[in-house]
Structure formats: C-alpha cells, structure tokens
C-alpha cells in the first residue's frame, strides 16, 4: 500500500457482562480511551446500543464528546450509529459539531441497527433497516456537502430545502464508514459514496477469507457510481489479546470468553448467524482471533494482509472484558510496544542502524580502544591490567570495571 504505516485502534461496542457496575463501565470506557490516546493508538469507534444489557452505550456521540476533552490526538467516532434510528438531518448536525468540539478528531461509523431488540422496540421493520441506512446515508452526504438545499422524502423521514447551518470542521468533512458483516449491503453503500468500511465480518468464522470479496463488491460499486475506494480508510474488526507467550494469553482470556459467549450471545441473543460453539478456539485456529504473544498476532496481521489481496489501512480490536482490568491494559500497551511499529515504517531506520553497528563495529569502534588507551598513558597514569584489547574489536566487556 502507497502510504506509511497502518492505523491501529478498538471498536468500543462495549461488551460489558451483566452484573458489571454499569456507571463505573462507562468511566473505565474512557479511562481507557485515554490509555490508548498515551499509547498512541489512532482512533476508536463507540458503539450504540438500547437493549439485552451488555452494550450499555446509548448514545456514543456523549462518549466522544467527553473523551475528546481527556485526550490529545486519538480519532473518535461512531462504532455506529444506527441510521434508521435517527432522522438523517440531526445526524449531520449532531457529527458536524462534533467535528467543531474536537478540531477534526470525529469520525461517523454508520450501520443498519445490530441488535433485533432495539428496532423491535421503536417499531422498526427489520426487513426495512439496511435499505433505511442507505437513505439516510444519501442524504448525509448531500447536506454536507453544503452546496444546495436538500429537499427528500421517504416513508420514513423529510427533509424540505435543508440545509447545514455550520460547514463541517474538516474539509470536505470528518471520516466516514459503513460497518460491514457478510452481505454485500454495506459494501455496496460505501461504494456509492466512495466512504471507508469496518469490516465486522473479518472477525467471525470464515471472515478473513471472504474479506477481499468484500472490498470488491465495494469497488465495484463505487466504479458504477463514479467514486473511488482508498484501502487506507479500510479497517478490520478482529478480537485480539497480547500476552508475553501464547498460553498465558489464552489463559486470561478463556473464563472471560467463554462468560460472554454463554450469557450473551446464547442466551440473550441465541446465538446469532455466523457465531461458532467454541469462538475463541475455532477463532483462534482461522485466524479470525489475535490472541498470543506479539509474534503470534503480529503473524495472524501478516496472514490478513494476504488475504485482503492488497492490505488494508487500519486493524481494530474488537473491545472486550475477556481478561481483567490490569491484564487487558498491559495486552494494549505490549500490542502498542511490539506490534504496531512493525506495520508503521517506525522499525526500518532503528533496524538499520543496529545493523550497521554490528556490520562494522570492528573499522569503526576498535579505535575507540586506543583513544582510551592514549587518555590513561596522557594522563601519566598506567593502563589497568584489566584493560585488555582485542585485535578483533572492543567490546563492552573489554572495558576497565569500576
């Protein structure tokens, strides 16, 4: 890929176990976004959610607010708001202040609505969901674009010569991206508009290997409609746990896992389309599951990058509470220390230059040895007998003691 690094960072759904504090939650949400602000992470995306008692996030456009006066360069967004939920119109007022509040540091993930239950609620047709977001993505676009009203109907929202009354902060405006599984809807809906996709799907069963096909569909689309897609504002969603070797990781994660598994995803959910048995086992073996040393994972990216045919600009964790407190800020900070620079260009310049010490310490170090030498017999003082020099070269251990 034509650009410097990969961008790195989490989507934040949250997953937080029933039975879990929910106010002390949302205080260790952001806590940690700024944790990962000091470590250096790129972005995060905070979900929205309104039922089954694991998501406890309403309203993630609160979170980015708060967070956004706690942190310094971390990119915030919506990890997404659900668009048939909203009239499209405070949509665009909603991110566009944003984008004002924090100089540039929003972004809007866009989705269908994840959770059954939450449309059941505020009598949403399912059925109508995905062909909901697409609307109300199109005229997203054309209010902030901001060069002429927008006048839309559709059986569910109006807009009558709307406008914008603040541009947007960012120019043309803040990052956009469509939250993608396994249907080509999303795809097709970023290709319209040439925005970036969260690939979700990446992370399920299967899901590494049907990642290019995705981003296909996606050029496709933006082909038949006269966009362009940039892979730099691609990301995958993956679950990742970084430990100092392979089975201390899987050793933290696996009670956590399994917690989530059970509680949410069979029993309140049933198991949706797509969700395995055994998640972090059979994630693990595919490939869809980052969890092991830093080598591990740093492979398991490696192996993505193959498989989306051409490489992608950002990877996510997917945020979970696999693992405690101090266990999962330590998995960030290992990932931050000894995965990130490989993918970021940092490495290349400190790689070589070790190297090129080692290469040639013998021609550019061992006169270091006689100019020691000279400062003792200059000084009238005599050489100690512990000085010793090599013909070879000096080295650390060559050195007087004491």
Request: hydrophobic share 40%; net charge neutral.
């Amino acid at each position: 890929m034509a650009h410097r690094g990969m961008k790195f960072g989490i989507f934040l759904a949250p997953f937080h176990r029933v039975g879990d504090n929910p106010n002390l939650a949302i205080r260790r949400d952001i806590e940690m976004l700024e944790w990962l602000d000091y470590l250096g992470y790129d972005e995060a995306w905070i979900g929205e959610h309104h039922s089954a008692g694991w998501e406890t996030i309403a309203s993630p456009e609160l979170i980015i607010a708060a967070a956004a006066e706690r942190t310094k360069r971390i990119m915030l967004g919506s990890g997404v708001t659900s668009l048939p939920y909203h009239h499209p119109f405070l949509v665009a007022q909603r991110f566009v202040q944003l984008d004002h509040m924090t100089r540039g540091r929003a972004m809007l993930g866009c989705g269908p609505g994840a959770l059954i239950s939450d449309a059941y609620m505020m009598g949403i047709d399912p059925t109508t969901q995905r062909r909901r977001m697409d609307e109300s993505l199109d005229a997203i676009m054309a209010l902030l674009a901001c060069d002429k009203p927008v006048t839309m109907k559709t059986d569910w929202f109006e807009l009558k010569e709307a406008r914008l009354h603040l541009a947007p902060y960012s120019d043309p405006h803040f990052p956009i991206a469509v939250a993608s599984t396994m249907t080509p809807a999303a795809p097709i809906a970023a290709g319209k508009h040439g925005v970036g996709i969260l690939s979700l799907g990446a992370g399920l069963p299967g899901g590494p290997e049907a990642i290019a096909g995705q981003w296909k569909i996606a050029e496709e689309s933006a082909a038949k409609h006269g966009k362009t897609m940039d892979r730099r504002n691609w990301r995958l969603v993956v679950n990742v746990h970084v430990a100092e070797d392979d089975d201390l990781a899987l050793r933290q994660v696996s009670h956590g896992e399994r917690m989530e598994t059970v509680t949410y995803f069979e029993d309140a959910l049933g198991r949706p389309p797509g969700r395995s048995e055994d998640p972090l086992r059979e994630g693990v073996k595919s490939g869809s599951t980052l969890v092991g040393s830093p080598d591990l994972v740093a492979r398991g990216i490696e192996r993505l990058v193959g498989l989306s045919q051409g490489g992608f600009g950002g990877l996510l964790f997917r945020a979970h509470d696999w693992a405690d407190r101090e266990q999962t800020w330590r998995s960030y900070e290992l990932f931050a220390r000894y995965v990130m620079p490989r993918f970021q260009g940092s490495l290349a310049t400190v790689n070589a230059s070790h190297e090129w010490a080692k290469d040639n310490r013998k021609t550019v170090f061992s006169p270091n040895v006689e100019a020691l030498r000279k400062a003792y017999t200059d000084a009238g003082r005599e050489v100690p007998k512990e000085f010793h020099v090599r013909a070879s070269g000096a080295r650390d251990a060559d050195m007087p003691k004491g």
